[in-house]
């Protein structure tokens, strides 16, 4: 007889050990989880990164040119990346290390950097390609 209860005791604990859950203390370090999202199977890691690594081969080659000289080109390149972030966030179900966050506020962070950034570029003196009426008062007000 005790030993039966003994055994109803022992499942349930046996159970709560398997539980999906987290454990509320860390032993040892999760495996990464983006490398196999976006493309699943045996296919090599930068072919399953590509929303990431075209990103940043983008701002890479804005920040490229921003040091060689040509900073409104630069910076449209940089701001054009994020908002493309943005696009490959909402439109692929899975983009692998791109996801850094929920879907929601992925998209809102990379689309209002690089809508920022591309204004900016826009905006930039000298023979800017935007006019933008109240910047120069602005910036008068500011700096006086």
Known sequence: MRAERDEERAAPAAEASR????????RDTARPEGSGRAVPGAVSTPARQWPMLSVLTVTAAGLLATAMGHPRI?????????IAASVLRRVLPSVGMLAVRSRFTDMVTYGLLGVAI??????????PLL?????????????R
């Open 118 to 127: 591309t204004l900016l570029a826009l905006v930039m003196e000298p023979r």
């Open 131 to 143: 006019n933008v009426p109240f910047l120069e008062t602005a910036v008068r007000f500011t700096v």
């Open 74 to 82: 630069g910076c449209l390149a940089i701001g054009v990346a994020l």
């Open 19 to 26: 539980s999906r859950r987290f454990p509320s203390v860390t």
